[in-house]
């Protein structure tokens, strides 16, 4: 809870102004998680020209090991930068201006952002064995922060949250993707870790996109100028359906008739072009974090064309925000899910991405199911995201990848596929399932693959003359090409023949 302190600064008393309070955004708050070894950013409001001080302290009575001073300026707005702090805690983050704030039980350690659709925002509760995971989450030094849904048409300067410790209490309605990604990696560093989540589910990738990204996309600016468009005359069109709305339930029941439609492209939605950057991430930037997760793609799966060029904008549009070029970002590629679309190709989009610097692919092809958009083992998608992070962002020696097509070649009547992080490559059960071989004529037939140190080599004897080959190419694929780390392999194929 936030507490008054009960000695100022003389400065700051003799010095404040009368005609505001020193206010600051509910990322700071009790709980709170910062972001270890690098420098402190905190900032808020108060009246113009009034002096603020801040302090970081430790232990009781209060010791200041961290101190910076500013004037606001002419808007009322004022932000400091404190020198780094080491892993630890807890501390008091002290606030003094005209009146005085006081944030306790304050950690340092490493933040991260969750953020997506459905798959992201599913909570613990949801999850495969919720009831025992819920009883085991006591980790005082795991700290959840959950953004409320918002899509604006302007960026938001909060995010209207509250930190909380991670127990039994706080973790059902937390993001289980989120939370065990951060469970794997508490585990792992022995740091305190921040866990900021923000996802709606059933959005597309555009919603968390800035608008200024959009607008210089020749689609996706269309679109946004369209609903930009479509919204002036949306208050009129609103009243004429509410007029109509009251007309309709007026009538005898017997008499109604179909309702009348209500209509669309007003402010607000989760389809929004750009609101959710602007009411869920934009209150976010400035707080300095980790790394990214991310799990969406669902909504974009009809367009992977479109989203193999939207998604790596994205991306490079929130390192920009954050000012940090190669901010770590990790993504789960979609599961295992039978659906009408061949999602083959919008993990192929997803997997576009790569090609920016510390991005990852976590693979959840043999993890989903069939007849469920939301597979219910989180675990898996949250360790092999915090695989990811320990080989990349921590460098640590893991293997965070599971083998990664790089290569082929054609030997006679069969063809050699090469991997990257294939130690151990394996096919669980014995025999690779989910694999197509083509020739010139680009029909696909089952094939047979046999594992052969880090390479697989495949054919079939319909196919004397083979030019391609595909893994697990289709919407619930059954696949089983592991690597000796246990990380399944993400569906490739070694053609770039066009999506038909």
């Not at 995971?133 to 700290?143: K, V």
């Not at 939370?179 to 919603?207: D, K, M, N």
């Not at 009243?239 to 339930?249: F, G, P, S, Y």
Request: hydrophobic share 40%.
């Amino acid at each position: 809870m936030v507490r008054p302190l009960l000695a100022l600064a003389s400065l700051a008393l003799s010095t404040a102004p009368t005609v505001a309070s020193v206010a600051m955004p509910s990322l700071f708050s009790d709980h709170m998680v910062l972001q270890r070894d690098v420098p402190l950013r905190v900032w808020g409001w108060a009246a113009p020209g009034e002096i603020v001080n801040v302090h970081i302290a430790k232990g009781e009575p209060a010791n200041r090991i961290r101190s910076a001073r500013t004037v606001t300026g002419p808007d009322g707005k004022w932000e400091v930068s404190l020198l780094p702090l080491p892993a630890g805690g807890p501390f008091e983050l002290q606030v003094l201006g005209q009146n005085s704030l006081a944030f306790t039980d304050v950690l340092a350690g490493d933040v991260w952002v969750g953020s997506g659709q459905s798959n992201m925002e599913m909570a613990v509760a949801s999850s495969k064995d919720a009831q025992t995971e819920i009883a085991a989450a006591n980790h005082p030094d795991i700290r959840l922060f959950t953004v409320p849904r918002r899509s604006t048409e302007f960026p938001m300067a909060d995010a209207y949250g509250t930190w909380a410790r991670c127990s039994p209490e706080t973790v059902p309605r937390f993001s289980a993707a989120a939370y065990f990604f951060g469970r794997e990696l508490r585990q792992q560093l022995g740091v305190p870790i921040g866990l900021i989540h923000s996802s709606w589910g059933g959005t597309p990738a555009e919603a968390w996109t800035p608008r200024p990204w959009l607008r210089a996309h020749s689609v996706l600016g269309q679109r946004l100028g369209a609903y930009l468009e479509g919204l002036k005359t949306y208050p009129e069109r609103k009243a004429q359906w509410d007029a109509e709305m009251e007309t309709w339930r007026r009538k005898p029941e017997a008499e109604r008739g179909p309702q009348p439609r209500a209509p669309g492209g007003g402010p607000g939605g989760g389809g929004v072009p750009g609101g959710l950057y602007q009411g869920m991430i934009a209150p976010l930037v400035k707080y300095p974090v980790r790394g990214v997760i991310w799990y969406q793609g669902e909504s974009n799966a009809g367009e992977p064309e479109l989203y193999s060029e939207l998604f790596p904008m994205m991306i490079t549009a929130w390192r920009q925000a954050w000012n940090r070029p190669e901010l770590p970002f990790y993504f789960v590629q979609l599961a295992n899910f039978e659906t009408g679309f061949n999602w083959a190709w919008v993990r192929e989009a997803q997997a576009a991405a790569l090609r920016l610097p510390h991005v990852g692919l976590a693979t959840a092809i043999d993890v989903g199911e069939a007849r469920d958009i939301h597979p219910k083992n989180k675990q898996a998608v949250g360790r092999r995201l915090a695989l990811i992070a320990l080989a990349d962002a921590y460098r640590r020696p893991v293997q965070g990848f599971g083998p990664t097509y790089t290569g082929f070649a054609v030997e006679g009547s069969a063809i050699r596929v090469q991997f990257a992080a294939a130690q151990g490559l394996n096919a669980r059960g014995g025999t690779v399932t989910s694999l197509e071989i083509a020739g010139d004529d680009r029909k696909f037939v089952p094939a047979t693959g046999t594992v052969d140190g880090q390479t697989l080599v495949v054919r079939s004897a319909e196919v004397p003359h083979p030019v391609a080959v595909r893994y697990a190419w289709a919407s619930n694929p059954s696949a089983n090409l592991y690597n000796g780390a246990g990380l399944p392999a993400p569906p490739f194929r070694t053609d770039a023949w066009p999506r038909q």
